[in-house]
C-alpha cells in the first residue's frame, strides 16, 4: 500500500544523487523550476523536479497531491517515485526518461510506424487518466514538451502539475477563472471561458496527433498584422480543398499509406471541432486507432483562435497571471 512516509526521500539522499544539483547535472527549468538528473545509491536513475519557493501550496495539499498522482500507474504515463519537503526545498523525484521530449522528434527522422507508436502510446496514456485508473484525471497541459520518449522511442506522458482530479463517481468536468496550459493546445471553452472537462484533454490530443502526423507545430500569431495560418486553420483549409494529402511530412513518402494518413487526419480533425459535445471520448479514438473497420463520422468545423480574441480573454480574466502560445505555459501552485 501506497503511504505518504513510503514515498518520502531524505534531502541527503536527493543531493547525493543529483551532486547537490550540480549544473552539470540539470536537464532544464522552466517557470515550476529546475530538473536534474539523479543517480541513487542502487544505481536507478532519477529525475528531480526542484520546484520554485514561489508556490504557495500547503504542506497538506502537496502530500495529498503527490499521494494522488504516485497512485497513477500505466506504461505510457511518467511516474512518480517520491518527494521531499525539508527546509526551503520542495522536491518532486521522477523514473527519468533518457529521451528528450516528443517536441524535439517532431522534425527528426521517425518513420510512419513509430509515429504510429507514439500516437498510439498517447492515447491510451490519457484514456487511462480519464477512465481506468482509480481517479478521474483531466490532465489540462498536454503538448509535445510534456510527452517524453523512453529508451525505445515509447511515450510517457509527464507534468501533472496542472491536472484536476475527481473521485471514482462520474465527474468528469469544472470550471476555474485561473487558465492554465498552452495556447495553441487549449480547448476554446477553456480558454474562453474556464470550463475544461475530459474533452479538453481530447482537443489537446488532436492538435498533438496532427503535429505528429505533418512535422510542423500549431505556433500562434498574437501580432494583429500576423495572417499566417495556424496548423489547425490550414489542415481543415486543405481538408475541405480535398488537398490533405500535401500536409504529409516528406519523411513519410515512403513509410506511410496515403489512405492511412488521411484517415489519422481525420480522426484528429474529429477530435478538434469547435463543439466539445462532437468530440469523441478517448475510448472512442483508441479503438478508431486500433481498428480500420470503424467508420468514421465527418468532422465539423474546429475551434480557430486569432491573436485579438486570445488577448481580449486575457484582459478580461484578471487573475491570469500570463498568456502565451505554444511552447509556453501558464503555471499552476500544483506539484507537478
Known sequence: MTTVESLQFDLGTVEAATKKFSTDNMLGEGGFGQVFKGTLDNGLEIAVKRLSKSSGQGVREFKNEVLL???????????????????????????????????????EQLDWSRRCTIIGGIARGILYLHEDSRLRVIHRDLKASNILLDANMNPKISDFGMARMFGVDDQTQGNTRRIVGTYGYMAPEYAMEGLYSVKSDVFSFGILLLEILTGRKNILGFHPTNSAPTLLSFTWQLWNEGKVLELMDPMLKDS???????????????????????????????????????????????????????????????DLPSCSVNALTISDDIPR
Not at 86 to 93: A, H, I, K, R, S
Open 69 to 107: 498522482v504516485a497512485k497513477l500507474q500505466h506504461r505510457n504515463l511518467v511516474k512518480l517515485l517520491g518527494f521531499c519537503l525539508e527546509g526551503e526545498e520542495t522536491l518532486l523525484v521522477y523514473e527519468y526518461v533518457p529521451n528528450k521530449s516528443l517536441d524535439y522528434f517532431l522534425f
Open 256 to 318: 506511410c499509406n496515403p489512405n492511412e494518413f488521411l484517415r489519422c487526419i481525420r480522426i484528429g480533425l474529429l477530435c478538434v471541432q469547435e463543439d466539445a459535445n462532437n468530440r469523441p471520448t478517448m475510448s472512442s479514438v483508441v479503438l478508431m486507432l486500433k481498428s480500420e473497420s470503424i467508420s468514421l463520422s465527418k468532422p465539423e468545423r474546429p475551434a480557430f483562435f486569432t491573436g485579438r480574441s486570445i488577448n481580449d480573454h486575457c484582459h478580461t480574466l484578471g
